[in-house]
Each structure stands twice: as structure tokens, then as C-alpha cells.
């Protein structure tokens, strides 16, 4: 009874059952992202997929991310630029400069959102975690707060 109902808890957990474990270390426990139920893909298609995505936003013979792609992005997350998610989003990615992604944050960032496809970075579990990033009581908030005012800051300060 209890104990078979306890291992198929286990056995759900230990094969994405829904929940929000991962192993230690791994990109998608650094983020904290849900465990999605979507199947594992290999390493080279997931990067290939984020190549694919920052592709279609860099302006042509440019490797990085700059303010119209920016625009196209967040039209695409369905999100207005100034809406706080977008700091939640840079700040996985450890964006550098406001409004601009480079080819290595866009990818990092992906990566430990567990996410390959724009369609994945805007689903619902994905921007929930997000969000949960801008609230005062999680423990990534002082974070989140030092990265986006370091942004307010003129250089020199």
C-alpha cells in the first residue's frame, strides 16, 4: 500500500514527473527551472535549436542580439520591452549591457532555462519562473536587484 505508493512517487519524480528537482549542478537546478515533461533531447540538437533561435534575431552579418532584435524578441514572448520579466531574462542570461544580448549570454541563458526554442522560453513554466525571480521574498531577489541597478548606474559609479 504506502510503500508502493511512495516508490511510484520516487519513480515520478526521477523521470520528470512535473516537479521542480534537478540533479545538483545542472544548469536547469542553477536557474531553478520546473521539470518539464517534454522528452530529453540530445545536447547537439538542443544547441543547434538555440543557434537556430538567436539567429533569426541578429540583424544580418551581426553575431549578437542588438535593440530590433530585442523588439522582435519580446513582440515574440509576447512581453513590451519594459516589462520586468525582460530583467529577469537578462539576468539568467548575465546580460552585460540593457537591451542587448550577446551570441554567449543568449546561448548561456538558454541553456539554464533548459530551453532550445523561443516557443519553450515562452511557455508558461518558464515565465512563471521568471516572474518568481522579481518577487522580494526569493532567494535570488538581492541578485536580480544588484544586476538591474548596476544597469541604472552611469559607468564611472
Not at 31 to 36: F, K, L, M
Not at 62 to 85: K, N, Q, S, T, Y
Not at 96 to 124: D, P, Q, V, W
Amino acid at each position: 500500500g504506502g510503500v508502493a505508493r511512495l516508490r511510484g512517487k520516487r519513480r515520478r519524480a526521477a523521470v520528470g514527473g512535473g516537479g521542480i528537482a534537478h540533479a545538483a549542478g545542472t544548469p536547469a537546478a542553477e536557474a531553478g527551472v520546473p521539470v518539464g515533461k517534454r522528452p530529453r533531447r540530445p545536447a547537439q540538437t538542443m544547441e543547434h535549436l538555440r543557434r537556430e533561435a538567436i539567429d533569426s534575431y541578429c540583424a544580418p552579418g551581426e553575431d549578437d542580439i542588438g535593440l530590433d532584435g530585442m523588439m522582435r524578441l519580446c513582440a515574440d514572448l509576447g512581453v513590451e520591452p519594459e516589462d520586468p520579466v525582460m530583467i529577469a531574462l537578462s539576468f539568467v542570461m548575465k546580460a552585460e549591457n540593457l537591451g542587448y544580448y550577446t551570441r554567449e549570454e543568449f546561448m548561456r541563458g538558454m541553456e539554464r532555462l533548459g530551453c532550445a526554442t523561443i516557443a519553450e522560453l515562452k511557455s508558461s513554466p518558464v515565465q512563471t519562473r521568471l516572474r518568481s525571480l522579481l518577487a522580494p521574498d526569493n532567494s535570488h531577489f538581492y541578485e536580480l536587484y544588484k544586476f538591474a541597478y548596476g544597469w541604472a548606474c552611469e559607468p564611472a559609479q
